[in-house]
């Protein structure tokens, strides 16, 4: 079962090949608005679920692809674990 | 031909046929009848009218996509006055411009959306407008032109420019959707793309004239591909047209192959060039089998069996001008592009080269009663864009284009206008917002796709000097440009390569991305 610390840093390394230009250190905090401030748009938000999917064997539903679940690092990371339960 | 009809004349005439089909849709389950809709936007048309908004007003929309927006428009439009939607993403500095720009005789917006600062008192029109939206009015100049819609798109000096289409252009577009689609009362259509981008108007009026029905799709349905594949299938749609990058969406994240699309009859794509690679994808999953099974000399191709597939080409300026209907080709050739296709009915063409002269390969020019009446006060962009040849009116559209058998092949720009999922975007206005922040001496916009193939929009910046920072640009660009136009990835540079006479080195800079 992976830690949150395992998903976070899954999610940051996958925003940091597809949307920081492979810049790991930028500065994304864990709460840092990633739709709403623009910084993934719907094509990186999709490749991220796609992503997610794949490395913890999950699926996301259609309507849970959403804004509400994919706004921070903190909240996809509690959604996967949800998801994992 | 029914060449009088204005362009909500088509609504009015399938109205009274058919009061009772529904008209509109939306995905959480509200509607509306043929009967009803025409209620309601004669009611917007008389507190329009009470206004003093008639012929020559300009009405700009800022909204979600809703039945009662497109009532509204359908309400403009029956006043006599011309609509003008809005990017409701957009920042409120960049819709402080437009109306600027426009000087509109009314704005109507969600409230949530009206920018403060707008020069004028705010009434609220309760009695017939919805809780929901807002309207102001200004005494500004009417034009003179029978004009139905304005489409801002993006200007390569740094503001936006409005395309004005005539009711003349409108009708003509909708009648030739009539004609090529043939759709009959009830088809099922979907609105996909926004109401500020031309694909909407097929959507919305060659449904509302046929006696079909349109669902209404915003943003959260259709950026979520996963929910638009959905509701494609469950909501047994039969047309739906939308930019190759919709389509792509759909395919590689939108688990098409969970969901029946048996009722999925027209496929329709036009604003950027679709891949046959990519298209065979959508048909793979769509119709849950294997085309292509690896060697592209052996294999032959029939994903016409179950849908039709047409890719459309057309800017603003004359909506669908030429378009390929892909039975034609019979076998898909995997490594290729379609045709752009042969020119639409009633529309003329040239291919011109830089001379001016008639070529086998060059500049796209499109004549005929499609061709819109000229971009919002720009008389400079006018006389560059408009041209003259044996006494006819041509738009010179940029696009290369060649020719075989009448049938026209796209090669890309004649200048540096991009395409990012099938928005235009002019360098030059992204550019100018750049070169805006305090920090940046110089700036070129470029395009550039990342490792699947999807578009991204790359900024290349020079402070001379000056240390930039990525974040802070994004942020300002994010103030003053809608989504589509922020830059995807910002490459901070000491100085941008220059060709030998100084200037900006575009070419240089494609390449080193």
Same mark, same amino acid.
């Given at each position: ?85 | 031909?029914?060449? @009088? ?37 004669? @009611? ?60 509109? /005789? ?49 200007? @390569? ?197 830089? /001379? ?158």
């Amino acid at each position: 079962m992976p830690t949150p610390d395992d998903i976070k840093q899954t999610i940051r390394r996958f925003l940091a090949e597809n949307v920081l230009g492979g810049n790991e250190s930028a500065a994304i905090s864990d709460d840092t608005e990633l739709i709403e401030s623009r910084l993934i748009d719907s094509i990186v938000a999709l490749k991220l679920v796609n992503h997610l999917e794949e490395t913890y064997k999950i699926e996301f539903e259609a309507h849970e692809v959403d804004q509400e679940n994919l706004s921070s690092i903190n909240v996809i990371t509690a959604f996967v674990q949800t998801k994992m339960k | 031909m029914s060449g @009088s009809l204005r362009l909500h004349e088509f609504f009015l005439r399938a109205a009274a046929k058919h009061p009772e089909r529904i008209a509109l849709e939306t995905p959480s389950g509200e509607s509306i009848t043929y009967k009803a809709l025409a209620q309601q936007s004669l @009611s917007f048309a008389q507190a329009l009218a009470q206004q003093h908004i008639g012929y020559g007003s300009r009405i700009a929309l800022l909204a979600p996509k809703s039945i009662e927006l497109v009532a509204l428009m359908l309400g403009a439009l029956r006043s006599g006055a011309a609509y003008v939607p809005l990017d409701p993403a957009s920042p409120p500095e960049r819709v402080r411009a437009l109306l600027r720009d426009l000087d509109p /005789q009314a704005f109507i917006a969600a409230q949530g959306l009206f920018p403060s600062e707008i020069p004028c008192q705010l009434e609220e029109l309760s009695s017939v407008f919805s809780e929901k939206l807002g309207a102001a009015f200004f005494p500004g100049e009417k034009h003179e032109e029978d004009l139905a819609y304005i489409l801002y798109t993006s200007g @390569s000096t740094g503001l936006p420019k409005g395309a004005c289409i005539t009711h003349e252009n409108a009708a003509r577009f909708v009648e030739w959707g009539i004609e090529t689609f043939r759709p009959q009362p009830g088809t099922r259509f979907s609105s996909i793309a926004p109401l500020h981008f031309d694909l909407s108007v097929f959507d919305i009026f060659v449904s509302l004239a046929a006696g079909g029905t349109t669902l209404l799709l915003n943003d959260s349905e259709v950026k979520n591909a996963r929910l638009l594949a959905q509701v494609l299938s469950e909501k047994k749609i039969n047309a739906a047209y939308a930019t190759p990058s919709t389509w792509r969406a759909v395919s590689e994240f939108g688990k098409p192959g969970k969901y029946d699309f048996s009722s999925l009859k027209q496929i329709l794509f036009a604003g950027e060039v679709f891949s046959c690679r990519h298209l065979l994808r959508l048909a793979e999953q769509l119709d849950q089998r294997k085309y292509y099974e690896g060697d592209p000399a052996n294999a032959g191709f029939y994903p016409q069996q179950k849908r039709a597939y047409y890719n459309l080409y057309g800017p603003t300026e004359t909506n669908v001008c030429t378009f390929y209907d892909l039975k034609q080709s019979g076998r898909w050739d995997v490594d290729g592009y379609f045709p752009i296709g042969r020119v639409c009915r009633g529309a003329s063409s040239m291919i011109v080269d830089e /001379q001016g002269d008639p070529a086998e390969k060059g500049e796209l020019w499109i004549g005929g009663p499609q061709v819109f009446a000229g971009y919002w006060k720009r008389p400079e962009k006018n006389a560059e864009v408009f041209a003259e040849k044996n006494g006819e009116r041509f738009y010179r559209t940029g696009d290369l284009v060649s020719v075989k058998n009448n049938c026209f092949f796209f090669h890309g720009r004649i200048d540096r206008m991009i395409k990012k999922r099938g928005y235009r975007i002019e360098p030059g206005e992204v550019e100018a917002v750049l070169l805006k922040h305090p920090d940046v001496l110089e700036a070129a916009v470029t395009s550039a796709k990342d490792k699947d193939g999807f578009d991204l929009l790359v900024a290349h910046v020079a402070g001379g000097g000056k240390t930039l920072e990525a974040e802070a640009l994004r942020l300002h660009c994010a103030s003053l440009l809608p989504p589509h136009m922020l830059p995807d990835r910002f490459l901070l540079l000491e100085e941008l390569p220059k060709t030998a006479s100084g200037k900006i080195d575009h070419k240089g800079l494609s390449e080193s991305y």
